[in-house]
């Protein structure tokens, strides 16, 4: 394989968030960008803009990550452009909050599709390119609560669980192939899902961790693009969990 340099990046839900930061990180490189969002067409512009000013080729690209034809679109636009990932980042989800009791089918459905569906088509799609060339990450933004389980937030515990899982399995299958599948498993990242915590709310979580505050997505960022550099290819299968000590 070539340089890092020459290769292309998937970030899905890419525009906002730990997924713009980590469109950032990859574009401070050179590397070329794909910016997935279904949405935040503004904010995937804005993201965009950012990594054309550090000197990355840059492609924004909206669909449904619950429609196997949307994706597909999506791939075939990607081909015609030359821009087939060599690194896929599954980051986009959605992260209810509520008793399980008060859960809908209609959202637990939803919840899975976006989180888990998204994560399989996606990687399912883009990991032939991978195997072709021998050489490839598929990196998957999982959650602490996939490992510890939160109360409250028994659906999105649930769906970062499954990632944990479908990262172990899918590693030892693409394994022969040069392919690596780990997942970052942050704890609390100071994005706009924190919108909802009152300052009250949010000091006091900061007490439970250890290092006394939260995780800022550029520290994600950086994890995620350590795991896609071609001397980490001995590191596959792993769940790491960026948590400033909070769980272990």
């Not at 961790?209 to 001397?231: H, N, T």
Request: charged share 20%.
């Amino acid at each position: 394989m070539g340089a890092l340099q020459d290769m292309t990046v998937l970030i899905t839900g890419g525009s906002r968030g730990i997924g713009a930061s980590i469109a950032k990180r990859f574009a401070a490189e050179g590397m070329n960008i794909v910016i997935h969002y279904l949405h935040s067409h503004e904010a995937a512009n804005e993201t965009a803009r950012t990594c054309l000013s550090l000197g990355a080729n840059v492609m924004t690209i909206s669909a449904d990550l619950r429609s196997k034809e949307q994706l597909i679109r999506m791939k075939d636009k990607l081909t015609d452009k030359g821009m087939l990932p060599d690194v896929l980042v599954n980051n986009a989800g959605i992260a209810p909050y509520g008793l399980l009791s008060d859960v809908s089918e209609e959202e637990w459905d939803d919840v899975m599709a976006v989180n888990l569906k998204g994560m399989f088509l996606c990687s399912q799609l883009f990991m032939p390119h991978m195997i072709s060339r021998k050489y490839g990450r598929i990196i998957n933004v999982s959650s602490v609560w996939g490992n510890a389980g939160a109360a409250c937030e028994v659906l999105y515990s649930t769906t970062k669980g499954g990632i944990n899982a479908f990262t172990k399995a899918l590693a030892k299958e693409l394994a022969p192939s040069g392919v690596t599948v780990n997942a970052v498993a942050p704890g609390v990242v100071d994005t706009d899902m924190m919108g909802g915590f009152n300052e009250a709310e949010r000091e006091a979580l900061e007490q439970e961790i250890p290092v006394g505050r939260f995780a800022q997505p550029d520290e994600i960022a950086s994890l995620v693009y350590f795991l896609a550099l071609p001397e980490s290819s001995y590191i596959t299968g792993q769940i790491i969990s960026p948590n400033g000590g909070w769980h272990t």
